[in-house]
């Protein structure tokens, strides 16, 4: 139980175009989704938080209108990182949470931006 | 502001030899406290979560437990697979945020 997938797994995207990143929870509702990025060895940064119909509550420092975050349904999250550019090239990674404290996290997505 | 330390950073172990990692924290009241496990290119691994000092958990060969100010993952008789980056997180009450610390890289050799 517990699973939570992502798509895609790997994009490579020009400057400038925009990229958007499926997080799902496969057997579970989701009732908030989490936004995290991860800078080579370094710890995990919560970027943003959302709930089903909600809009999403931004982390100091994020730029709520370059990280399109849109959490439609009870399973279904997006991020779209818009007019991307080198320095967005990241691993990203979602996680959802049920009724419980625990977050469950997808496999993640790295996005490369030449 | 609520932090998480771990140590060390790395550790390396011979197959079958035990050892503990540490994650030392400061927060707000404390909601709870995670671990996960995180291999390269993957997203993190839910292992455990701690409440309360005093409680302690267990899965295969790893233990988990709390006191106020920090957590001990101990490690017993560990085999190549244990090889990962092991991750402390902790969440302050009334807060949806983790707060995650730089990992404990383990690598144990056959």
């Known amino acids: 139980g517990a699973v939570v997938s992502q798509h895609p797994s790997r994009v490579i995207c020009k400057s400038g175009t925009s990229v958007k990143i499926e997080c799902r929870s496969l057997?579970?509702?989701?009732?908030?989704m989490f936004w995290y990025r991860q800078f080579p060895k370094k710890s995990l940064m919560l970027m943003a938080t959302s709930n089903e119909g909600s809009k999403a509550t931004y982390e100091q420092g994020v730029e709520k209108d370059k990280f399109l975050i849109n959490h439609a349904s009870l399973t279904l999250s997006t991020l779209t990182v818009t007019s991307a550019h080198p320095e967005d090239s990241s691993f990203y990674i979602c996680?959802?949470?049920?009724?419980?404290?625990?977050?469950?996290f997808g496999p993640g997505t790295r996005l490369t931006v030449t | 502001e609520d932090q998480v330390t771990q140590s060390p950073e790395a550790l390396r172990l011979q197959e079958g030899e035990s050892s503990s990692l540490n994650c030392s924290y400061t927060v707000s009241g404390l909601r709870g406290l995670f671990w996960y496990r995180q291999d390269p290119g993957k997203g993190p691994e839910f292992l455990f979560t701690?409440?309360?000092a005093g409680e302690e958990k267990e899965k295969e060969r790893l233990k988990a437990t709390l006191t106020k100010k920090e957590s001990f993952l101990h490690i017993t008789a560990p085999k190549p697979e244990d090889s990962a980056t092991y991750l402390c997180?902790?969440?302050?009450?009334?807060?949806?945020?983790?707060?995650f610390g730089k990992g404990t890289k383990l690598t144990v050799n056959p």
């Open positions: 057997d579970f509702q989701a009732t908030t």
């Open positions: 701690l409440y309360s």
């Open positions: 996680s959802a949470r049920e009724s419980t404290y625990e977050q469950y």
């Open positions: 997180a902790v969440q302050r009450g009334g807060s949806e945020k983790l707060v």
